[in-house]
């Protein structure tokens, strides 16, 4: 009797942290973490990536979204043209950041241009898909954010 009163107590203390949780993530509050921007520049054009909550870890709770693989998403990126002096900036410091890039579509991932450290496009003319995943935080309590933006390769 004593285990199934402290295992209902202990299951409804669970639901309302998760719950708590969940209902502050829903809501766009954020615990103490910084979350910056992400501004892609080249040949005098600037654009700020769309940014989506991809996972975190707060207080011993993790979760994540699903990958963001919707081809209606293509929709909202905006396009800047490549030029030798392309850059990839936050207007704060994240605590890391992962380059990926994608052919048009979010199914074709680019050989050699996937989970990498540093910014690194293809050569060959094309339109690209530029994922960078940033994390924001610290070790033991951190979001990510992936910032989606197309590259047009000419």
């Known amino acids: 009797m004593k285990k199934r009163i402290c295992f209902i107590w202990i299951s409804a203390i ?3 942290g998760i719950g708590g949780y969940l209902t502050s993530r829903l809501l766009g509050k954020t615990d103490t973490n910084s979350v910056g921007e992400m501004t892609v520049s080249a040949g005098g054009q600037e654009l700020t990536a769309l ?25 909202k990126l905006e396009t800047i043209a ?5 850059t990839v900036s936050f207007n704060e410091k994240p605590m890391s950041t992962t380059y990926y890039v994608y052919g048009d579509n ?5 050989d050699g241009f996937w989970n990498i450290p540093t910014l690194n496009l293809p050569s ?7 994922r960078v995943q940033a ?4 070790v ?4 990510g954010y992936d910032y989606l933006c197309k590259v047009l390769i000419q």
């Open 51 to 75: 940014k989506c909550w991809s996972f975190s870890l707060h207080d011993g709770l993790s979760g994540d979204a699903f990958p963001l693989m919707q081809q209606d998403l293509l929709d």
């Open 14 to 16: 669970l639901l309302l």
């Open 124 to 130: 060959t003319p094309g339109l690209y898909i530029l």
């Open 82 to 86: 490549y030029a030798m002096d392309l």
């Open 106 to 110: 979010f199914y074709t991932h680019i």
């Open 140 to 143: 033991d309590n951190y979001e």
């Open 135 to 138: 994390t924001w935080g610290a």
